[in-house]
């Protein structure tokens, strides 16, 4: 059964720091894209960050540009995301994602699937 | 604000069938195929459509999806109470080189 499973999220001062992991099961990392979408509380789906099956290509949210990095290790079947210079508004349930169909999305049909469970992440005083 | 725009709200009796729509412009849903994602209560987004009318294996063909030059819809009929959930449209944007995806539209049955 393929599955996604994040952790790594909690409570973080504003400016403060925080990495996500992701770690996936039953599918070779290494022939898939993953992405990390994000929902804050009581709000709709935002993209954040997608990284390609050798990172050769990512992209970002223009939100999270230039503070949050995407990374990956195919060894350990894990992608990451590194979140520096936290404000209130990244406060969200953080989900990773899977993508299927081609890698990247400007050169074919691609889609997500399927999400890990998320992690929450909250950032406040 | 959402650039994909859905309506917040949807609702209809058993049953019947209901049609969500989400539209956008030449740079996202003009160009690029959409996807589906339902999320139930207190659970995370999971795929509905893919490639603007795929159903993945699993998915009841109650549900299916359409496009049409920068508007996608996703129909379901036969509704049930068990569809009770948030919907939201996604596609790939050119000029953002990224995702977007739709504000979401609640389901009420």
């Known amino acids: 059964e393929v599955q996604l499973m994040e952790s790594g999220g909690g409570l973080v001062k504003p400016g403060g720091s925080l990495r996500l992991s992701c770690a996936g099961s039953?599918?070779?990392?290494?022939?898939?894209?993953m992405d990390w979408v994000r929902q804050a509380p009581g709000k709709g789906l935002e993209w954040v960050s997608s990284?390609?099956?050798?990172?050769?290509?990512?992209f970002y949210a223009d939100s999270v540009k230039g503070r949050f990095t995407i990374s990956r290790d195919n060894a350990k079947n894990s992608v990451y995301l590194q979140m520096n210079s936290l404000r209130a508004e990244d406060t969200a349930v953080y989900y990773c994602?899977?993508?299927?169909?081609?890698?990247?999305?400007?050169?074919?049909?691609?889609?997500?699937?399927?999400w890990g469970q998320g992690t929450l992440v909250t950032v406040s005083p | 604000q959402s650039v994909l725009t859905q309506p917040p709200s949807a609702s209809e009796t058993p049953g019947q069938r209901l049609t969500i729509s989400c539209s956008g412009s030449?740079?996202?849903?003009?160009?690029?195929?959409v996807n589906w994602y339902q999320q139930l209560p207190g659970s995370a987004p999971k795929l509905l459509i893919y490639?603007?009318?795929q159903r993945p294996s699993g998915v009841p063909d109650r549900f299916s999806g359409s496009k049409s030059g920068t508007s996608a819809s996703l129909a379901i009929s036969g509704l049930q109470s068990e569809d009770e959930a948030d919907y939201y449209c996604?596609?790939?944007?050119?000029?953002?080189?990224?995702?977007?995806f739709g504000g979401g539209t609640r389901l009420t049955v």
């Open positions: 994602v899977r993508v299927r169909g081609q890698q990247l999305a400007r050169v074919g049909p691609n889609w997500f699937d399927p």
């Open positions: 039953g599918f070779p990392s290494t022939r898939y894209a």
């Open positions: 990284i390609t099956q050798s990172s050769s290509y990512i």
């Open positions: 030449s740079s996202n849903i003009g160009s690029n195929t």
């Open positions: 490639t603007n009318n």
């Open positions: 996604a596609a790939w944007d050119d000029n953002l080189n990224g995702w977007l």
